[in-house]
């Protein structure tokens, strides 16, 4: 679990993709998101758990978000605090619960790139695609080498907003921060981009269908 100004959560590095060509331009890439460890870029197994719909928590959880909740209440200071129940909404679905704690989190402590990338993580899940690209610019304007927030929104521009070169033109960037990043899944940044361009003009040369 984060703490302030410690670490991003690991969910939060979500840039494993998978590309497959299929009809039309857009639709022709297709993304599968992936965790990452939190000291390095290669990867675990695919989590689909957070673009699920709905509450889920268990026992334990449900007991730290009151205690959490009830700590917020008594101490609107505590910023730790705060970002810890981010995350514990961010684990159980409650996006906009957890935007919210995030936000209050970042009016105490401010210019941190981890938690503005977690903000971001969460608004992106929350379907405000444009909400999480301010969020990730943020956190690069606050750390211009934070890996997470670029990969992050290299993700929302191509899968949520279309935006193709800007989404490639994020990645160039990231790889001029670290050469050698990885995706997930263990592709190489450098792959990915080589790989989307490929498809794109690919899907650019292919001739309209006739009726």
Excluded: C
């Amino acid at each position: 679990m984060t703490t302030t100004g410690k670490m991003v959560k690991k969910e939060t590095m979500l840039i494993a993709i998978v590309i497959s060509l299929l009809l039309g331009f857009l639709t022709g890439i297709i993304f599968t998101t992936y965790k990452l460890s939190p000291s390095k870029t290669t990867a675990s197994q695919p989590d689909h758990d957070h673009e699920q719909q709905g509450v889920t928590m268990n026992n334990e959880q449900s007991k730290n978000i009151a205690a959490l909740e009830a700590e917020v209440e008594k101490n609107h200071a505590n910023g730790e605090a705060w970002n810890k129940l981010g995350n514990l909404y961010y684990d159980t679905n409650q996006f906009k619960k957890a935007i919210a704690a995030y936000t209050h989190t970042l009016d105490l402590v401010p210019a941190n790139a981890d938690i503005l990338t977690d903000l971001g993580v969460m608004y992106r899940l929350d379907k405000q695609p444009e909400k999480a690209i301010e969020s990730f610019d943020k956190a690069i304007q606050t750390n211009p080498r934070h890996e997470p927030a670029r990969l992050n929104k290299g993700v929302v521009l191509l899968y949520d907003l279309g935006r193709i070169p800007d989404a490639l033109q994020t990645w160039q960037e990231l790889l001029g921060v670290n050469p050698n990043a990885m995706t997930a899944n263990g592709q190489s940044v450098r792959d990915l981009v080589a790989e989307v361009t490929k498809e794109v003009e690919k899907s650019g040369k292919q001739e309209p269908k006739t009726k």
